[in-house]
């Protein structure tokens, strides 16, 4: 058995950590499905654009290693260029 982790971001605030045990030759995308996220968080997009192992993009048949965090990145809720400069107006205009 092969120990690993799964991290997606539940909200802006939280993030999940699941830890499973899977057997050796098991896909990212069965491990998914194993740990029952679908189930309790509907509302993730989960797929092939958007999951990785430690920050590289990988598919659903990626076989996982021992110790390996599967990761689920969803789409920005802000643009952050945007974000910033909106963050600097107002510091801006409240140091004066």
Do not use: W
């Not at 058995?1 to 899977?22: G, T």
Request: proline residues 2%.
């Amino acid at each position: 058995m092969l120990k690993i982790e799964l991290a997606f971001s539940v909200s802006s605030h939280e993030v999940e950590l699941v830890r499973l045990s899977v057997n050796e030759g098991t896909t990212v995308g069965q491990a998914i499905e194993q740990s029952g996220i679908r189930g309790r968080y509907p509302q993730l997009h989960i797929g092939a654009d958007n999951t990785g192992i430690f920050g590289k993009l990988c598919s659903d048949a990626t076989v996982l290693a021992e110790g390996d965090r599967i990761e689920i990145y969803q789409a920005l809720r802000a643009d952050p260029k945007d974000a910033r400069r909106k963050r600097a107006m107002r510091q801006g205009t409240a140091r004066k």
